[in-house]
């Protein structure tokens, strides 16, 4: 069972940038996708970014694209985001998820393991 542990969250004005990490430990992540979802107060678990560790292929939601970027470090284990021009929609527990790759990486059930979560917010 891997484990994942979350770094980086805090509190950021609009406009401002913050770096998520996530180190994975207890398996190799050759086989497998690294995701990142976030839970904002009152609503639903959703998909952010997602990169498959072989390849280096990486996926994002609409509402990130152009301005939140993820990679991996194959030495350290870590995958990391990159969070740029964060709106005070961006507010929410950030997750860390690893999952075998299956071809899919948008759904909680393409994941197994998850971090305990780090929080962002983000003051108008």
């Known amino acids: 069972q891997v484990q994942l542990i979350e770094s980086g969250g805090g509190l950021v004005q609009a406009g401002g940038s913050l770096r998520l990490s996530c180190r994975a430990s207890?398996?190799?992540?050759?086989?497998?996708?690294m995701g990142w979802f976030r839970q904002a107060l009152g609503k639903e678990r959703e998909f952010v970014a997602a990169?498959?560790?072989?390849?280096?292929?990486?996926d994002y939601a609409a509402f990130v694209k152009g301005r939140f970027t993820i990679s991996r470090d194959n030495v350290e284990n870590t995958v990391n985001l990159q969070m740029n021009s964060l709106k005070p929609e961006d507010t929410a527990v950030y997750y860390c998820?690893?999952?075998?790759?299956?071809?899919?990486?948008?759904?909680?059930?393409?994941?197994?393991?998850w971090g305990q979560g780090t929080q962002v917010t983000v003051s108008s």
């Open positions: 990169v498959v560790w072989i390849g280096g292929w990486t």
């Open positions: 998820a690893a999952g075998a790759w299956t071809g899919s990486l948008y759904y909680q059930r393409d994941y197994d393991a």
């Open positions: 207890g398996r190799a992540l050759g086989n497998n996708v």
